[in-house]
């Protein structure tokens, strides 16, 4: 009797320790996950002065914070990992490069066209009002798009209203600008935007376009006022024309391979201090278009100019008209109701 009570018992320790062990195998799996040490892997195009990579800084801090220092952020600005063009390919064929991008949504739109909404030219009035629809679930619906490509959206950075710049042309009305080579990001929206002006947009990479400029390859760019402040491009453009004509949302991307890598724990951390940087990225842009728009003139010599907007209106209609089948009826209907609603 005792043997088969010290049997019986002997069975039921030993199912304990194997049952205790695999609890502990399958909550160390996810401990595992929990504490594991990563490095994120951010790239940019614009250099480290950008508003882009002083938030991307300050996202990187908080998760250190948060999780002890066992996710930590690399930041890799101008372009040192690719254009924004090859930082979305690098994003979506899961190339291990790169972890997190940060560029305008519409540079997506290669990938899935609907990305282009909010680029379409002259939509918003002022900061505010385009901040709301990035923010809206109408332009979260298409982000979802991006998933499958192997690419998440956690936050909405703001890159500003884009402007022209040139060497040497005052840049008026659409007619100053016929013909005119214009460097523009590989983006189908923007480059549509340009030719509906009469320019002959060509697309090239951001690090190349300081010395493209410098070296007369092209007689015009149009980039947002803090990009083209921090990057300096007043060295080598002489007039600036505040045409405004497209606003530029950025999308704090994270690869979706990445984001599986994460525990649910650090998952809600990312996603919370990918949006505080968000609301300190806006601000930054906002206080540096203010600032800088000044500067470019005192200090930066160059010469601005109101240009003739409801002349560049008039002319950009036909970019609606050209994309509304790409972007679909439903979309452009419920953008439609939310710009009633809002502007």
């Known amino acids: 009797m005792k043997t088969r009570i010290l049997i019986l018992c002997f ?11 695999g609890g502990r195998e399958a909550g160390g799996a996810g401990a595992a996950a929990q504490d594991a040490q990563l490095t994120l892997r951010i790239g940019i195009s614009t250099n480290d002065q950008d508003p882009r990579a002083i938030a991307a800084l300050e996202f990187g801090r908080e998760i250190e914070a948060r999780t002890g220092g066992n996710l930590r952020v690399q930041l890799f600005h101008s372009g040192q990992l690719g254009g924004d063009g090859a930082l979305i390919e690098a994003l979506a064929l899961d190339t291990g490069t790169v972890d997190i991008i940060i560029t305008d949504a519409s540079n997506f739109a290669p990938w899935v066209p ?8 002259f939509l918003f009035a002022d900061f ?14 298409v982000e979802r ?25 005052v840049i008026r009305t659409p007619a100053d600008m016929n013909g005119m080579l214009i460097r523009t990001p590989e983006n189908p929206v923007i480059m549509a935007t340009m030719r509906a002006l009469g320019a002959n947009p060509q697309p090239l990479a951001f690090s190349e376009l300081y010395m493209a400029l410098s070296q007369g390859t092209f007689d015009a ?27 530029s949302g950025m999308c704090f991307t994270i690869a979706e391979s990445t984001w599986r890598r994460l525990s649910v724990s650090q998952q809600q951390i990312v996603l919370e201090a990918a949006q505080a940087s968000a609301r300190t990225n806006r601000e930054m842009n906002r ?3 203010e600032e800088f728009l000044a500067l470019l003139e005192t200090e930066g010599g160059m010469t601005i100019t109101q240009p003739d907007l409801p002349l560049f209106i008039e002319a950009s209609r036909t970019v609606l008209d050209g994309l509304a089948g ?18």
């Open 11 to 21: 069975i039921l320790v030993t199912a304990a320790l194997v049952f205790a062990g």
């Open 114 to 121: 609907r990305m282009g909404i909010s680029a379409l030219p």
């Open 128 to 141: 505010d009002t385009a901040w709301r629809f990035m923010d809206s679930d109408i332009h979260a619906d």
């Open 145 to 169: 798009e991006l998933i499958s490509h192997n690419m998440r959206v956690l936050a909405r950075y703001c890159n500003g209203f884009r402007c022209v710049t040139t060497g040497s042309r």
């Open 221 to 247: 760019q149009e980039n947002p006022i803090p990009v083209i402040f921090n990057n300096r491009l007043f060295e080598v453009q002489g007039h600036l024309s505040l045409t405004n004509h497209i606003y």
């Open 287 to 289: 206080r540096m278009t």
């Open 326 to 343: 790409t972007f679909g009826a439903d979309l452009m209907s419920r953008m439609n109701v939310w710009l009633t609603a809002n502007q």
